[in-house]
């Protein structure tokens, strides 16, 4: 992906700003990207705001598409996706805590990978402490699951080919789980991914933010193994199936040598974690010719 000097680019750019009530920062976000990619179009998603969230947006001069209805950003970046054509989509939020002066370096690594996304710093504890420590689970959880290192799982702020992201439309949720989502549909159908270091600023004092850690974290969690039981399967049915026989193998050695005689209880547990195996291994050849089917 060649970058001109002046920050354009010679292949179709839309960067999206998915948008909830914020009239006070998303005037300066839009004006910050034009500014940075000069040829792009800057497409703001209007998640159904009371306030001149719109208005401020289509003044700044980007395109508005506005939901009547408060959906969450994941249907945002849905409608982003069926709204464009093609080309290379680039999202930040409209919060200002992501700064635009960072796109043209990321859009220019899409020449050798198919998603860029920005890696936060978390040893800097940017952002609360709950919210960290939320992350890190996430981020174990994603980088066990998916068999590659992912330094950070949520991050909004990325850069992807439109032409792929657009095959896994029907696995992102409406909420919050975009950006994990998006990212392990990548990595475990095994497109090229990167992670780039990025500066996070602080959301300004007067705004809030819509994220809640309990609820969304659950979320996170469930479309995490959503994703990971239709591309990898094994990874989650073969630790579950083995820590049953295991325990299996646990209770019958100490019935035998406690009361010598054998439970038959304790057969549940062999029988079911070898019939746990073996559904994860029928799941992964299905997971394996839907792969064959997209590609």
Do not use: W
């Not at 500014?35 to 792009?40: E, F, G, Q």
């Not at 159904?48 to 208005?55: E, P």
């Not at 020449?111 to 890696?119: C, H, P, R």
């Not at 994703?227 to 990898?232: D, F, H, K, Q, S």
């Amino acid at each position: 992906m060649q970058v001109m000097q002046d920050g354009s680019v010679k292949e179709l750019v839309t960067i999206v700003i998915p948008a909830f009530n914020e009239e006070k920062t998303i005037g300066d976000v839009v004006k910050g990207a034009l500014s940075n990619v000069t040829n792009a179009k800057v497409l703001v998603i209007d998640d159904g705001s009371t306030d001149d969230t719109s208005k401020e947006a289509i003044s700044a001069g980007a395109e508005v598409i506005r939901h009547p209805i408060n959906k969450g950003n994941g249907a945002c970046l849905k409608t982003a996706l069926r709204s464009t054509k093609g080309g290379i989509i680039a999202v930040l939020d409209a919060d200002g805590q992501h700064d635009p002066k960072e796109l043209p370096g990321m859009i220019e690594k899409l020449g050798d990978y198919d998603l860029v996304v920005g890696s936060r710093n978390f040893s800097r504890q940017e952002g609360s402490p709950l919210r960290n420590l939320g992350n890190l689970i996430l981020r174990k959880l994603a980088s066990f699951l998916s068999e590659r290192d992912i330094p950070d799982l949520t991050s909004g702020f990325r850069a992807f080919r439109h032409d792929i992201a657009i095959k896994f439309l029907h696995l992102y949720p409406n909420g919050y789980s975009f950006p994990s989502t998006s990212t392990l549909s990548f990595i475990t159908s095994g497109y090229n991914v990167a992670f780039v270091p990025i500066s996070v600023s602080e959301r300004p004092t007067d705004t809030i933010s819509k994220l809640r850690p309990f609820r969304d974290g659950f979320r996170f969690i469930m479309f995490i193994l959503r994703v990971i039981t239709m591309t990898n399967p094994n990874k989650i049915f073969f630790p579950a199936g083995l820590v049953m026989i295991l325990f299996g193998i646990f209770l019958t050695v100490r019935n035998l040598i406690m009361f010598q005689q054998f439970s038959g209880g304790v057969v549940l547990f062999l029988a079911g974690g070898i019939n746990i195996i073996f559904f994860g291994l029928i799941l992964d050849q299905f997971a394996s010719l839907r792969l064959q089917e997209r590609d």
